[in-house]
């Protein structure tokens, strides 16, 4: 444990003290910021031991996997982070899409929500599911077969709608953009509003860097930061909500995982410890309980063997998606995820898993190194910001649907903005409007 904590610590000073240094250059969304938020800080929380549940000491093979995972983050961020820091000397043109382009996008995107609808409707015999709590609960994160599809490109619509706010675009695309963050709450979806957020908060920040939304004053800031608020408080309640049955039992989602920290956290801490820091207390008992190197890449990359070859399609015995839930007991039925990590172990063991890790990392970073070429980079970027974090949740960045619509996502605002570049560039953006020219 003790080689453990102290590798998190340097890297969280480290990056403490990186981005104290380069704050004028607003450093937020460095790939090396968003690893120490959700990975290296759940983890030291995690071997704080937090909540009633744990156990205590995790197995060694568990602490000798989360050392190397945590070494390469690290290193990583101080040897690669520092070198990327400067934008990338690329021609740096003020994109603007074609409008017919914009208009078969919209189209688009009022077919995704309409579909999304649909779904509701047709499946909780309500537009709004909300509206019957119990409904909501039971589909929240099922979808029809066949308009799968659609509700799960809904967080990159909602991406391209803003980015192409940020760029020129008229006040449409905001209200588009809101839509898709907001839709999943009628069925009560938090996963796919948390993973929007996410996207957002690094594309703002993103077009802060390059100057794209420089004219945002403090005022805009404070509504965005209420906002955000709001809405992650309508998560937290949602969240006890359906814990507690909808007021059919007392109990709340802090009580349920044995929290046992600062009672001032106990709203908004308790969720993040349970839903990020307890996932490694199951990526423990994950470790205890099954043997890793079994499958050899095939969780690693499902992304590509399930989402892009589409393997399953052709073979009807092969799945992808590995049920690591049901190979263990969990530490509670609230916190009940191994982390995504679980997928590097089984396909390698705890030494070998820390290999696809590398890999997925220094990717990050080469995204990050053209962050600022174009919109679809920013686009494609802040995609991976929000699948790489989430692993301390889920494997969401090797699911068949994950890098799949990223991809997709990236060639449709790649097409919206291909060939119509034109000045000004993005450093010398009029200080008096975010919106220069209108498509």
């Known amino acids: 444990?003790?080689?453990?904590?102290?590798?998190?610590?340097?890297?969280?000073?480290?990056?403490?003290?990186?981005?104290?240094?380069?704050?004028?250059?607003f450093p937020w969304h460095h790939p090396g910021a968003v690893a120490s938020f959700f990975i290296l800080l759940p983890i030291l929380l995690a071997c704080m031991n937090l909540s009633v549940l744990q156990s205590g000491e995790w197995d060694k093979k568990t602490y000798a996997f989360l050392s190397l995972i945590v070494g390469i983050t690290v290193i990583c961020s101080v040897v690669i982070g520092t070198g990327v820091m400067a934008p990338?000397?690329?021609?740096?043109?003020r994109p603007v899409a074609m409008r017919w382009r914009v208009c078969v996008f919209n189209a688009l995107g009022v077919a995704c929500v309409g579909v999304y609808l649909t779904m509701n409707f047709v499946q909780a015999g309500h537009v709004i599911p909300a509206v019957d709590p119990h409904g909501a609960d039971a589909i929240h994160a099922d979808f029809m077969p066949f308009l799968r599809a659609f509700g799960g490109f809904?967080?990159?619509?909602?991406?391209?709608?803003?980015?192409?706010?940020?760029?020129?675009?008229?006040?449409?695309?905001?209200?588009?953009?809101?839509?898709?963050?907001?839709?999943?709450?009628?069925?009560?979806?938090?996963?796919?509003?948390?993973?929007?957020?996410?996207?957002?908060?690094?594309?703002i920040s993103v077009c802060v860097e390059i100057g794209a939304i420089r004219a945002f004053r403090w005022s805009r800031w404070c509504s965005m930061a209420i906002g955000l608020a709001i809405v992650v408080y309508a998560m937290v309640v949602i969240g006890d909500m359906r814990y507690s049955k909808y007021g059919e039992y007392?109990?709340?989602?802090?009580?349920?995982?044995?929290?046992?920290?600062?009672?001032?956290?106990?709203?908004?801490?308790?969720?993040?410890?349970?839903?990020?820091?307890?996932?490694?207390?199951?990526?423990?008992?994950?470790?205890?309980?099954?043997?890793?190197?079994?499958?050899?890449?095939r969780g690693s990359l499902d992304w590509l063997l399930s989402g892009f070859l589409r393997l399953n399609w052709f073979y009807?015995?092969?799945?992808?998606?590995?049920?690591?839930?049901?190979?263990?007991?969990?530490?509670?039925?609230?916190?009940?995820?191994?982390?995504?990590?679980?997928?590097?172990?089984?396909?390698?063991?705890y030494i070998g898993g820390a290999f696809p890790h590398l890999i997925y990392t220094l990717a990050f970073f080469w995204l990050y190194r053209w962050r600022n070429r174009?919109?679809?980079?920013?686009?494609?970027?802040?995609?991976?910001?929000?699948?790489?974090?989430?692993?301390?949740?889920?494997?969401?960045?090797?699911?068949?649907?994950?890098?799949?619509?990223c991809i997709c996502g990236f060639a449709l605002i790649g097409w919206l903005?291909?060939?119509?570049?034109?000045?000004?560039?993005?450093?010398?953006?009029?200080?008096?409007?975010?919106?220069?020219?209108?498509?």
């Not at 423990?284 to 079994?294: A, C, N, Q």
């Not at 049920?323 to 995504?340: E, H, I, K, L, R």
């Not at 995609?383 to 960045?397: D, E, I, K, Q």
Request: hydrophobic content about 45%; aromatic content about 16%; charged content about 15%.
């Open 1 to 25: 444990m003790g080689m453990l904590i102290g590798i998190i610590v340097v890297g969280l000073l480290y990056q403490v003290f990186f981005t104290i240094k380069n704050r004028k250059r």
């Open 88 to 93: 990338r000397p690329v021609e740096r043109t």
């Open 154 to 203: 809904l967080p990159q619509v909602g991406l391209i709608s803003l980015i192409l706010y940020f760029m020129g675009g008229r006040r449409l695309q905001l209200l588009l953009a809101l839509a898709c963050l907001l839709i999943p709450l009628t069925r009560l979806a938090r996963a796919d509003m948390f993973y929007s957020i996410i996207m957002w908060l690094v594309a």
């Open 250 to 297: 007392d109990v709340s989602y802090a009580r349920a995982i044995g929290w046992n920290g600062p009672e001032s956290l106990n709203f908004v801490g308790a969720y993040y410890y349970g839903y990020l820091s307890l996932s490694y207390e199951n990526l423990d008992l994950f470790i205890r309980s099954v043997e890793g190197g079994v499958t050899m890449g």
């Open 316 to 349: 009807p015995d092969y799945s992808g998606e590995i049920a690591y839930q049901s190979m263990f007991t969990p530490v509670s039925g609230g916190a009940n995820v191994p982390t995504g990590f679980v997928a590097y172990y089984y396909d390698f063991g």
């Open 374 to 405: 174009d919109p679809a980079y920013i686009f494609i970027f802040a995609n991976y910001c929000a699948l790489f974090g989430m692993m301390s949740f889920m494997p969401v960045l090797m699911h068949p649907n994950g890098l799949f619509n």
């Open 417 to 439: 903005f291909a060939g119509n570049r034109h000045p000004p560039a993005f450093a010398e953006f009029e200080t008096t409007s975010t919106r220069v020219s209108r498509y």
